[in-house]
């Protein structure tokens, strides 16, 4: 069985087939941060369900490239720009590294390019050229370049192809400057925004005078600039789909850069919403956690991403401290059996046992069901218990499991019990290991090393001391 995705431009669950001819490489395109704060829990879900993606079309076998933009300039960044008196560049360094030490928290891999909008003004500028020479953009009596809606209709494409929308509403020469607004309010949008006393010193010189561009553009001219005018897969949170998205499709088909007959992205996932103890996060609620304030409560970046990854992507879920708590038990749970297999396993190796990985692969196949596929990691969890418990593991059966456990981490990425939850006699024989290097006693210090070693842990010293870590 092939991989399936439900694909939001036709709303229907279709077999992922890449543009590559050779079927190898698969492009995908998440729509990253727009780094004017600390990120939330919510946009985590979908960077988290982002990599979910790529760790999944890599286990498959395809030569993936992950692009996440980077949102650094727009309204509410220009904002607080002008409140703390620093530079641009300055104000969002701070956002954007927060956000780069949040997602590793979180076990994400890192994705393979991350362009920042404000290193991308050339490109959308020839974009935006593109657009006013086809005749679907146009420059305002202030300066700024909008894309007419009805232009683009006239030219016998669709609007509207990822919502319905209700072209009676429509007033021709309307126009909204604002990034953000609803389908009730549909009108022609901003390309580029003509330089305002508010923006300060935020602003790039175009062909049309100073301004800056407007966020949807960005992120046609940054996928199209890296992955090629078509490419696979473009995901995002589904608050994005209007306008966002749709001003995205607009704008990349309009400038008609796609091979004939294909479209801009084949395939658009969203994610669908998150909410926080049973409600919509927010502030005034008590009930908006950012990855920081999880962890303050003592949960750990494992735990976070392992609840995240136990509900389908498209369903919303109800985050909680419950919900937390209870997938530190269920990983507990996980962490015993491995524990218990590599102290059957020993030094023995062998390949994955392939039970496990083949009840994964067609859960995740099946539009990554991610409920389906931990079901199965739990059945073999109390599999290999029973086993263990009647003695009937040997070392390379045991090995056979650990691998099997391994290949599917490379997807889950919930990866090794954290350094916090050594057992205390292990904790115990590293203290004495420092005590006995304070004394000078290196052979005794050493001894004890060795004693670490033979019991499956190796000691990394690191800036912050010395840490264990399991062999
Ligand atoms: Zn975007």
Same mark, same amino acid.
């Given at each position: 069985?092939?991989?399936?995705?439900?694909?939001? @431009?036709?709303? $229907?669950?279709?077999?992922?087939?890449?543009?590559?001819?050779?079927?190898?490489?698969?492009?995908?395109?998440?729509?990253?941060?727009?780094?004017?704060?600390?990120?939330?829990?919510?946009?985590?879900?979908?960077?988290?369900?982002?990599?979910?993606?790529?760790?999944?079309?890599?286990?498959?076998?395809?030569?993936?490239?992950?692009?996440?933009?980077?949102?650094?300039?727009?309204?509410?960044?220009?904002?607080?720009?002008?409140?703390?008196?620093?530079?641009?560049?300055?104000?969002?360094?701070?956002?954007?590294?927060?956000? @780069?030490?949040?997602?590793?928290?979180?076990?994400?891999?890192?994705?393979?390019?991350? %362009?920042?909008?404000? /290193?991308?003004?050339?490109?959308?500028?020839? #974009?935006? /050229?593109?657009?006013?020479?086809?005749?679907?953009?146009?420059?305002?009596?202030?300066?700024?370049?909008?894309? $007419?809606?009805?232009?683009?209709?006239?030219?016998?494409?669709?609007?509207?192809?990822?919502?319905?929308?209700?072209?009676?509403?429509?007033?021709?020469?309307?126009?909204?400057?604002?990034?953000?607004?609803?389908? =009730?309010?549909?009108?022609?949008?901003?390309?580029?925004?003509?330089?305002?006393?508010?923006?300060?010193?935020?602003?790039? %010189?175009?062909?049309?005078?100073?301004?800056?561009?407007?966020?949807?553009?960005?992120?046609?001219?940054?996928?199209?600039?890296? #992955?090629?005018?078509?490419?696979?897969?473009?995901?995002?949170?589904?608050?994005?789909?209007?306008?966002?998205?749709?001003?995205?499709?607009?704008?990349?088909?309009?400038?008609?850069?796609?091979?004939?007959?294909?479209?801009?992205?084949?395939?658009?996932?969203?994610?669908?919403? +998150?909410?926080?103890?049973?409600?919509?996060? $927010?502030?005034?609620?008590?009930?908006?956690?950012? @990855?920081?304030?999880? +962890?303050?409560?003592?949960?750990?970046?494992?735990?976070?991403?392992?609840?995240?990854?136990?509900?389908?992507?498209? /369903?919303?879920?109800?985050?909680?401290?419950?919900?937390?708590? *209870? *997938?530190?038990?269920?990983?507990?749970?996980?962490?015993?059996?491995?524990?218990?297999?590599?102290?059957?396993?020993?030094?023995?190796?062998?390949?994955?046992?392939?039970?496990?990985? /083949?009840?994964?692969?067609?859960?995740?196949?099946?539009?990554?069901?991610? $409920?389906?596929?931990?079901?199965?990691?739990?059945?073999?969890?109390?599999?290999?218990?029973?086993?263990?418990?009647?003695?009937?593991?040997?070392?390379?059966?045991?090995?056979?499991?650990?691998?099997?456990?391994?290949?599917?981490?490379?997807?889950?990425?919930?990866?090794?019990?954290?350094?916090?939850?050594? %057992? *205390?006699?292990?904790?115990?024989? @590293?203290?004495?290991?420092?005590?006995?290097?304070?004394?000078?006693?290196?052979?005794?210090?050493?001894?004890?090393? *060795? =004693?670490?070693?033979?019991?499956?842990?190796?000691? =990394?010293?690191?800036?912050?001391? %010395?840490?264990?870590?399991? +062999?």
């Amino acid at each position: 069985m092939g991989l399936k995705f439900f694909n939001t @431009l036709t709303r $229907s669950v279709e077999e992922f087939t890449p543009l590559d001819p050779a079927g190898h490489k698969a492009g995908i395109y998440c729509c990253g941060p727009t780094v004017h704060d600390v990120a939330h829990i919510g946009n985590f879900r979908t960077f988290v369900f982002a990599d979910l993606v790529r760790r999944y079309l890599q286990f498959k076998g395809y030569a993936v490239t992950h692009v996440m933009n980077i949102t650094d300039v727009e309204d509410k960044i220009i904002r607080r720009v002008r409140e703390s008196g620093i530079s641009l560049r300055e104000y969002t360094g701070k956002y954007e590294s927060a956000f @780069l030490e949040d997602l590793q928290t979180l076990g994400c891999l890192r994705p393979h390019q991350m %362009p920042r909008a404000t /290193e991308h003004i050339g490109e959308i500028i020839s #974009l935006i /050229e593109r657009l006013i020479e086809r005749g679907i953009a146009y420059k305002a009596a202030d300066g700024s370049v909008y894309f $007419s809606i009805e232009k683009h209709r006239g030219s016998g494409r669709q609007y509207g192809q990822l919502v319905k929308l209700n072209f009676d509403e429509l007033r021709p020469g309307e126009r909204v400057s604002n990034d953000e607004y609803a389908k =009730e309010s549909l009108a022609d949008f901003a390309l580029w925004k003509a330089r305002a006393p508010e923006d300060g010193e935020v602003f790039w %010189p175009s062909p049309w005078g100073e301004g800056r561009p407007g966020w949807h553009i960005e992120c046609s001219a940054m996928s199209m600039k890296i #992955l090629g005018p078509s490419f696979d897969i473009h995901l995002g949170g589904e608050d994005l789909i209007f306008p966002h998205h749709e001003d995205e499709i607009a704008q990349s088909e309009g400038a008609g850069l796609q091979p004939p007959g294909e479209r801009f992205v084949k395939y658009w996932l969203h994610g669908a919403h +998150l909410m926080v103890e049973g409600k919509k996060m $927010s502030k005034s609620l008590g009930n908006f956690f950012t @990855l920081r304030d999880l +962890l303050a409560k003592g949960f750990t970046g494992r735990e976070i991403r392992y609840l995240l990854l136990t509900a389908h992507y498209r /369903e919303t879920f109800n985050f909680t401290l419950e919900g937390l708590t *209870a *997938a530190r038990t269920s990983l507990a749970r996980l962490d015993e059996c491995l524990a218990k297999l590599r102290a059957v396993a020993g030094n023995a190796t062998a390949a994955a046992d392939a039970g496990l990985a /083949e009840g994964f692969s067609a859960a995740l196949d099946d539009d990554l069901n991610v $409920s389906a596929a931990w079901g199965g990691v739990f059945d073999w969890v109390r599999d290999a218990n029973r086993l263990l418990t009647d003695n009937q593991f040997t070392a390379a059966l045991a090995a056979a499991a650990l691998a099997a456990w391994q290949r599917i981490d490379s997807v889950f990425g919930i990866g090794e019990k954290a350094d916090a939850e050594v %057992p *205390a006699e292990i904790a115990a024989l @590293l203290e004495q290991r420092e005590a006995a290097r304070k004394a000078r006693n290196f052979s005794r210090a050493d001894a004890i090393r *060795a =004693e670490l070693n033979a019991q499956g842990w190796t000691i =990394e010293d690191t800036s912050k001391g %010395p840490r264990l870590k399991r +062999l």
